[in-house]
T-cell receptor, first 114, second 113 residues
Framework: AQSVSQHNHHVILSEAASLELGCNYS??????LFWYVQYPGQHLQLLLKYFSGDPLVKGIKGFEAEFIKSKFSFNLRKPSVQWSDTAEYFC????????????FGQGTELSVKP | DTAVSQTPKYLVTQMGNDKSIKCEQNLGHDTMYWYKQDSKKFLKIMFSYNNKELIINETVPNRFSPKSPDKAHLNLHINSLELGDSAVYFC????????????FGEGSRLTVL
């Protein structure tokens, strides 16, 4: 069965620090990859997505992610975090021909100290 | 205008009761989903409908019954509520059933006492 693993449960950073959140998935076929963000008390919003092409994708609010196929990884990065980035971050995978079903990682809680 | 809206946002009820959560999307999408987020914030798909047809039905107890009267609406009815049903239920929609790019509602927090 496909699964998604996020390396960190809770990350605490100071403002202006750099961020990297790890994500690995287990599936050998064609996948679409996503990062979603859930701000406190809010719904999930799409941060960025990878379908094909350039493995380095840029999303909203200065986030980017790199797809490394050989490592089954899709890590999220931001060079300089802000207090407003405090949120829960979810990596997710959808497998081709499975009706768009998203398989989510466990989530990483990011706390940014002002 | 809210793209994917759910009602109610909060629901507190007793064990054994039956309750429904409604979802509507005004994005013109063909596919809608229900996801459950547990107390550890883990998200798991429950159901998916494409143009009123059920296409994904995960291993969910049959006390949960989705209904899609048209492609803009996907409701979730839960019979004989149990303590373990307490969670946040998210509705989502997608322009097609294949990509996995979803637009989520704000969630409905169900608390079973």
């Amino acid at each position: 069965a496909q699964s998604v693993s996020q390396h960190n449960h809770h990350v605490i950073l100071s403002e202006a620090a750099s961020l990297e959140l790890g994500c690995n998935y287990s599936y050998g076929g064609t996948v679409n990859l996503f990062w979603y963000v859930q701000y406190p008390g809010q719904h999930l919003q799409l941060l960025l997505k990878y379908f094909s092409g350039d493995p380095l994708v840029k999303g909203i609010k200065g986030f980017e992610a790199e797809f490394i196929k050989s490592k089954f990884s899709f890590n999220l990065r931001k060079p300089s975090v802000q207090w407003s980035d405090t949120a829960e971050y979810f990596c997710a995978v959808s497998v081709y021909n499975q009706g768009g079903k998203l398989i989510f990682g466990q989530g990483t809680e990011l706390s940014v100290k002002p | 205008d809210t793209a994917v809206s759910q009602t109610p946002k909060y629901l507190v009820t007793q064990m054994g009761n039956d309750k429904s959560i409604k979802c509507e999307q005004n994005l013109g999408h063909d596919t809608m989903y229900w996801y459950k987020q547990d107390s550890k914030k883990f998200l798991k798909i429950m159901f998916s409908y494409n143009n009123k047809e059920l296409i994904i039905n995960e291993t969910v107890p049959n006390r949960f019954s989705p209904k899609s009267p048209d492609k803009a609406h996907l409701n979730l009815h839960i019979n004989s509520l149990e303590l373990g049903d307490s969670a946040v239920y998210f509705c989502a929609s997608s322009p097609s059933s294949g990509t996995g790019e979803l637009f989520f509602g704000e969630g409905s927090r169900l608390t079973v006492l």
